[in-house]
């Protein structure tokens, strides 16, 4: 049963290269976390500015109306018609229910922002955490213990940046 033998020649134990190789598994277990994170708040981006720009849409529609009233209120106020004064109630409804969908559309906005703010976070953390990722890795390739080091101060770095993300309100 030879060929089940197997062979350590060559193979020196490293206890440092193992503690790096843990370490590159839990930045990547963080790099995962981060980036799903990073991707979520893109995709929140994204559906908080169509709903923004539904709104902004439902606005100028209701505005076009309010306009079409004021312009049928002063038509018929001018032709004598007794309707002026019911396109004038119109003009006005259409009016105050311009600024509440103003002011949802401005809270779309205010949301895609602080989605976006936190993406940017999430986005540079996740490139540090890379970083970090590829300098560890580097160690098993130079053995240069400077690798390593940067690689987990770029790390530690790139999560502390993606937590910030967090506490933005």
């Known amino acids: 049963m030879a060929e089940l033998e197997i062979h350590h020649e060559g193979h020196e134990a490293d206890p440092f290269g193992q503690r790096i190789g843990v370490m590159a598994a839990i930045i990547a277990l963080f790099l995962a ?98 970083l970090g990722l590829v300098l560890c890795s580097l160690y098993f390739i130079s053995k240069k213990q400077l690798f390593p080091a940067v690689g987990i101060v770029s790390a530690v770095a790139g999560v502390l940046i993606a937590s910030t993300a967090l506490f933005l309100h």
């Open 33 to 130: 976390a981060v980036t799903i994170m990073s991707h979520r708040s893109h995709t929140d981006a994204v559906i908080y500015k169509t709903e923004a720009n539904d709104k902004w849409a439902f606005y100028q529609a209701k505005s076009i109306k309010r306009a079409q009233y004021d312009i049928a209120a002063r038509v018929a106020a001018q032709s004598g018609s007794g309707l002026a004064e019911e396109f004038h109630k119109e003009s006005e409804r259409y009016k105050r229910e311009d600024g509440e969908i103003m002011k949802e559309a401005q809270e779309k906005e205010a949301e895609t922002g602080l989605a976006e703010r936190r993406a940017l976070k999430y986005d540079f953390g996740e490139g540090l955490l890379e």
